[in-house]
T-cell receptor
Framework: AQSVSQHNHHVILSEAASLELGCNYS??????LFWYVQYPGQHLQLLLK??????LVKGIKGFEAEFIKSKFSFNLRKPSVQWSDTAEYFC????????????FGGGTRVLVKP | EAGVTQFPSHSVIEKGQTVTLRCDPI?????LYWYRRVMGKEIKFLLH????????ESGMPNNRFLAERTGGTYSTLKVQPAELEDSGVYFC????????????????FGPGTRLTVL
């Protein structure tokens, strides 16, 4: 079955550390790729998206992600995290041939210690 | 501009009862989606409306779930009768229909309704 996998369920790191969250998907067709974030007590909100073009995309709050088609991956990165980056992060994939629905990974809870 | 709103924020019911969740999308968004996150699992797609029509209901778990969007504005999701495994957070999202060269538009999510079935 088609799926989205996030490599880590929980990540704990200190402020100023670098963050990389892995995301792999199993779809063979053309995809749109997303990272969403849910801060404590808040809605899911879009961090960044990839539709086409430059595979390195930049999002809000200093986040970026790289689409590597050959590896079916869309990893999220931030060079230096802050305490306010504590949140749950979700990778999501839209398979163009399957309509508008999003398929989500299981989420990664990130705790940044001050 | 108001975001996607959902009501109630929490609902606790007993097995066998009926619950109706409501979603108000962003004004002007013809696409409306329902998703669900069961404890410890991933967020899963339930269904997609375009205006009042069900475009894709492939994620609806069974016939105890009924979604409606009369008039193409707000949507309701009714669970009747509720079972223990229906517990989770139900998210609603909305988006504009792509226009021009845009192939896809961002989905904006509501805060979710946390449903607990005892």
């Amino acid at each position: 079955a088609q799926s989205v996998s996030q490599h880590n369920h929980h990540v704990i790191l200190s402020e100023a550390a670098s963050l990389e969250l892995g995301c792999n998907y199993s779809y063979g067709g053309t995809v749109n790729l997303f990272w969403y974030v849910q801060y404590p007590g808040q809605h899911l909100q879009l961090l960044l998206k990839y539709f086409s073009g430059d595979p390195l995309v930049k999002g809000i709050k200093g986040f970026e992600a790289e689409f590597i088609k050959s590896k079916f991956s869309f990893n999220l990165r931030k060079p230096s995290v802050q305490w306010s980056d504590t949140a749950e992060y979700f990778c999501a994939v839209n398979l163009k041939a399957a309509g508008n629905k999003l398929t989500f990974g299981g989420g990664t809870r990130v705790l940044v210690k001050p | 501009e108001a975001g996607v709103t959902q009501f109630p924020s929490h609902s606790v019911i007993e097995k066998g009862q009926t619950v109706t969740l409501r979603c108000d999308p962003i004004s002007g968004h013809d696409n409306l989606y329902w998703y669900r996150r069961v404890m410890g699992k991933e967020i899963k797609f339930l269904l997609h409306f375009v205006k009042e029509s069900k475009q894709d209901e492939s994620g609806m778990p069974n016939n105890r779930f009924l979604a409606e969007r009369t008039g193409g504005t707000y949507s309701t999701l009714k669970v009747q009768p509720a079972e223990l495994e229906d517990s989770g957070v139900y998210f609603c999202a909305s988006s504009q229909v792509p226009s021009g060269r845009a192939a896809y538009n961002e989905q904006f999510f509501g805060p979710g309704t946390r449903l607990t079935v005892l």
